[in-house]
């Protein structure tokens, strides 16, 4: 008995010696990751202290005075954040938040000649700087393969497939399955017209533009415009819930850290349910089509005789490759993406159109006669283009087989085209963040390859409220996060005039309303404003860029063709720009052309006046809405939902037009 005492004695004091190492072991891992972290917070301190920042605690950096400003608590985009920062500091052209021990600092971009910097290639980087490990979050959403997360090869692999899909070359034969679809949400809006009642916009757009990128992606028609809620794909763990329900969940980046997003089991429960339905749905989508792309195989080079027969994006991306795992895993990630993004920017792009044509009617708080004065130039386009004996008429002509639908879309239409860039000028999609890692170790990225420190050139600016000139200099930017904030670049005074803030689109014509604004774009982008040059760095350079049109003849004193190239961002440029621009921009034309004729829209809420009180409550908690609504002028504002939408859903009255 006694040996047996013993040697269970032994035991325990062998067990509680190992337990006192493993905890030995543990503080030291601890203390040594703290050291590591406390050093990477120490060289970024002295590293960055040449860009603008806020005044910054020794220890927590800005995490107390830029966290309180971006706290989830506000119902609120932290674009908005960011602008009064920047405001604040005087609108610099780019400043610094320091958010370290807990996070690397953030450089908030609001000169587009650094945008255009970080955006285009260089010998460092092939296809532009990576993207930010931040967007991680949004991978349940959009697949582990996502053209918008991969980088190097596999993203110009990816790249290459799908972009045949999205050509104007194959999206125009797709005109008159778009216009089909349109005419099912011009019948609900005659609804909303007809019983007068206040309704939420992005419902009826969200299933619009739903209905066409499912078609177009993979040829199914979900019938999201007309489904009941509850039924078929919009029951409980139906298709379009499950997307839905994926964005919802996603957590939101750049509006601090919520404790609650990590340990509800609830919600990481409901997330892991809705992805694997989602994927599992798309997959079964794609395995479906597969015998029909082979057959396509053998009529590939006949032109599609109906709508229905035109190809979808998917048959074009896996027509010629064998169905392996690996390539049906990345066509299910970007399918993913395209049902998410697709139907997401477009449909909060209508949203913002509608509150400028609201803007035009006198009964509007916001009323002015620069906004009627666009409603009629754009009303009298669309007569002079589609007739005006029918305010609808423009569906009729672009479903004609000779109608040339594409070329109505393009260069006919150029006051429309510009009406939406404008609207897209003010509100874009969201922004785009991107990162170095620091040379030459960063402990975030160990196995990192060693790498020469990159630098980008600050330009001269001039303090906005002291009047402080600061000269031009060359910055060190590895370490950092790199955030193009397009709602900044896009109102920046300094680039667009002090009218920035105004909707105007003669930013985009020359004085006789005939050049095509694709053709201004397509000439800024043959004057490359970016040098690369050697040492991971690159140099923006501020000349203007050329345009045919003479300067003698623009209607703005700050005509997109005289700004630096970048100044126009919405949907990101440089090698990653967005793919599916090219739709966005004929659904809207599409849309707008039965819009703006066809109906007197009137904002409810959020019109420039203080609500009830029983109407403050607009997604988040009252008490935050009252604070944001009074910051913004109780004006519609954006908030995050993975991208930048209206609070309120762009409550709408609606009647038709006399």
Not at 411 to 437: D, V
Not at 545 to 558: E, R
Request: glycine letters at 6%; hydrophobic letters at 35%.
């Amino acid at each position: 008995m006694a040996g047996i005492m013993a040697e269970n004695t032994e035991v325990i004091a062998a067990l509680y010696h190992l337990l006192w190492l493993a905890i030995l072991l543990v503080f030291l891992s601890i203390t040594y990751k703290a050291v590591v972290r406390f050093v990477f917070t120490y060289r970024i301190r002295q590293r960055y202290n040449d860009i603008p920042h806020l005044p910054r605690h020794w220890l927590a950096g800005n995490l107390v005075n830029v966290g309180e400003r971006l706290s989830p608590s506000i119902n609120a985009h932290p674009d908005n954040a960011m602008q009064e920062i920047w405001d604040e500091l005087g609108q610099p052209p780019a400043y610094m938040i320091d958010l370290a021990p807990v996070d690397r600092a953030m450089m908030i971009i609001a000169d587009p000649t650094i945008a255009e910097a970080i955006t285009q290639p260089s010998p460092e980087y092939k296809y532009s700087i990576p993207k930010s490990n931040t967007l991680q979050q949004i991978t349940r959403l959009v697949g582990d393969h996502s053209l918008v997360l991969i980088e190097g090869e596999e993203w110009r692999i990816q790249r290459r497939r799908f972009n045949k899909g999205f050509a104007p070359t194959h999206l125009n034969t797709l005109i008159p399955f778009v216009v089909s679809k349109t005419r099912v949400f011009l019948d609900r809006l005659k609804g909303y017209a007809q019983n007068g009642e206040d309704f939420q916009l992005k419902d009826p757009a969200s299933d619009l533009t739903t209905d066409i990128i499912t078609q177009l992606a993979i040829e199914k028609d979900f019938q999201a415009q007309t489904v009941p809620e509850g039924q078929g794909p919009k029951s409980t763990f139906g298709l379009l819930t499950s997307i839905k329900t994926m964005s919802s969940l996603t957590e939101k980046t750049g509006q601090g850290f919520d404790i609650s997003g990590y340990i509800h089991p609830e919600r990481k429960a409901k997330e892991w349910i809705y992805d694997r339905l989602y994927t599992k749905a798309i997959y079964n989508e794609i395995i479906n089509k597969l015998p029909s792309i082979k057959q396509e195989r053998s009529t590939s080079g006949k032109k599609p005789s109906t709508v229905s027969s035109a190809k979808a994006i998917v048959n074009l991306a896996l027509t010629g490759l064998d169905p392996t795992p690996s390539v049906l895993n990345s066509t299910v990630s970007q399918v993913k993406t395209f049902l998410f993004a697709g139907q997401d920017t477009t449909s909060t792009l209508i949203q913002w159109m509608a509150l400028e044509l609201s803007k035009s009617y006198p009964s509007s708080p916001l009323y002015s006669d620069h906004h009627k004065q666009i409603r009629e130039h754009l009303c009298a386009e669309h007569d002079a283009v589609f007739g005006s004996s029918d305010p609808f008429a423009a569906l009729d002509v672009l479903s004609r087989e000779d109608a040339h639908a594409d070329e109505l879309l393009g260069s006919k239409l150029p006051y429309t085209t510009a009406f939406i860039k404008e609207a897209l000028r003010l509100n874009p999609p969201g922004g785009s963040a991107r990162l170095i890692p620091l040379s030459p170790y960063d402990p975030d990225y160990p196995n990192q390859k060693s790498q020469q420190p990159h630098f980008i050139d600050l330009p001269a600016w001039t303090h906005s409220k002291t009047g402080e000139h600061h000269e031009a200099r060359r910055i060190r930017v590895d370490g950092m996060r790199l955030y193009n904030t397009h709602f900044i670049i896009h109102r920046n005074p300094n680039t667009w005039g002090p009218d920035a803030a105004e909707f105007d689109p003669s930013r985009f014509l020359d004085r006789s309303g005939k050049a095509s604004v694709d053709e201004v774009e397509e000439a800024m982008n043959t004057h490359k404003h970016n040098t690369p040059h050697g040492n991971g760095s690159t140099s923006p350079r501020t000349t203007k860029s050329a345009t045919k049109t003479a300067q003698t003849d623009l209607p703005h004193p700050y005509h997109i063709s005289t700004l630096p190239t970048g100044s126009y961002r919405p949907f990101e440029r440089g090698p990653r720009t967005c793919i599916g621009s090219n739709l966005a921009y004929i659904e809207a034309k599409i849309v707008l052309a039965i819009m703006a004729r066809g109906f007197e829209w009137t904002k409810v809420g959020l019109d420039g006046t203080r609500p009830k009180p029983e109407e403050v409550v607009y997604g988040g908690t009252g008490k935050e809405d009252v604070k944001v609504g009074e910051s913004q002028g109780w004006r519609v504002w954006s908030i995050n939902q993975v991208t930048s939408v209206p609070v309120d859903g762009m409550r709408m009255r609606i009647k038709l037009r006399r």
